[in-house]
């Protein structure tokens, strides 16, 4: 009895160590972004654009690319991978041909982003000839996000109880009303999940944007979503190996290093506020 105890002490420890450990590299890494960060990070440097080869001024282009290809990612990915998940869940006869899309998505899950960049490459830039605009930079990152989303989504949906189901069939409504007012609200914590990671992914990635939406400098902001971008990954790229000014240029690269893990744990935030409240409000 005595042995059990201790091996259930020690598997306890190590949980709490390899927990503890997770949270203290994460709290490093933020301490240590913003302090080198923090000293860049100004009212010039968030509103105004780089000048002098990229060595002073800001970043106000990069942040607002960012967030119009953040954006239209989501927009693009949410809608298509809910209702995918719908139909995997509710309509899709299960077998093998949806046990094979479920793999397939899976598998896509897993693919390097730079696949992403070039499949967008060769369809949106190249084959549709939009060229390398925000369009194909955001229908490219919503593919990317797209299977986290769906697998994400069928998982939420799968969590509802069939019983929710068969109560509201057995009143006499319909299984797209059911879905829309029954099966989908109880849900949606879920699928914002899903968004969450998605959301996160597409604002940090760098390959799929370079091939398909990211300038290299630009001062003029977008007119259209045929316009090309700044974005701040790939501007962090930029900054730190490209030009011959590596050195001076340090600074600007932690600033946007900060910038953008603001904005992504912002957005992020966001979500996970309305998560809460609707929960809150399940409860209710």
């Known amino acids: 009895m005595r042995w059990r105890y201790f091996k259930q002490h020690v598997f306890f420890a190590i949980v709490r160590l390899a927990a503890f450990s997770i949270v203290a590299a994460i709290a490093l890494f933020l301490l240590y972004i913003i302090i080198n960060g923090i000293g860049a990070v100004n009212w010039e440097f968030l509103s105004q654009p780089p000048r002098d080869s990229m060595t002073k001024g800001g970043i106000m282009p990069a942040i607002l690319g960012t967030f119009y290809l953040t954006a239209g990612a989501i927009l693009i990915s949410l809608p298509l991978g809910i209702a995918s998940a719908i139909f995997l869940s509710e309509y899709a006869k299960q077998g093998s041909v949806v046990r094979i899309i479920r793999i397939g998505i899976n598998c896509l899950a897993g693919v390097p982003s730079i696949v992403f960049g070039l499949f967008g490459l060769g369809l949106f830039v190249v084959f549709l000839k939009f060229g390398s605009c925000i369009l194909s930079g955001a229908l490219t990152l919503g593919f990317l996000i797209l299977?986290?989303?769906?697998?994400?989504?069928?998982?939420?949906?799968?969590?509802?109880?069939?019983?929710?189901?068969?109560?509201?069939?057995?009143?006499?409504?319909?299984?797209?009303?059911?879905?829309?007012?029954?099966?989908?609200?109880?849900?949606?914590?879920?699928?914002?999940?899903?968004?969450?990671?998605?959301?996160?992914?597409?604002?940090?990635?760098?390959?799929?944007?370079?091939?398909?939406?990211?300038?290299?400098?630009?001062?003029?902001?977008?007119?259209?979503?045929?316009?090309?971008?700044?974005?701040?990954?790939?501007?962090?790229?930029?900054?730190?190996?490209?030009?011959?000014?590596?050195?001076?240029?340090?600074?600007?690269?932690?600033?946007?290093?900060?910038v953008l893990v603001a904005l992504v744990l912002g957005v992020d935030l966001i979500a996970i506020i309305i998560r809460s409240y609707i929960r809150k409000k399940k409860r209710w």
Do not use: C
Request: aromatic fraction near 8%.
């Open 147 to 258: 299977p986290t989303i769906v697998g994400a989504s069928e998982e939420a949906l799968k969590a509802v109880p069939q019983t929710f189901r068969e109560a509201s069939l057995g009143l006499g409504v319909s299984k797209w009303q059911t879905i829309l007012h029954t099966v989908l609200p109880n849900a949606l914590p879920g699928i914002l999940t899903g968004s969450i990671l998605g959301v996160g992914r597409a604002a940090g990635e760098t390959a799929p944007i370079m091939f398909t939406a990211a300038a290299f400098f630009t001062t003029r902001l977008p007119k259209s979503i045929f316009d090309e971008v700044m974005a701040l990954p790939y501007h962090l790229y930029v900054l730190a190996t490209a030009g011959t000014n590596i050195q001076q240029t340090r600074p600007l690269q932690y600033g946007t290093v900060l």
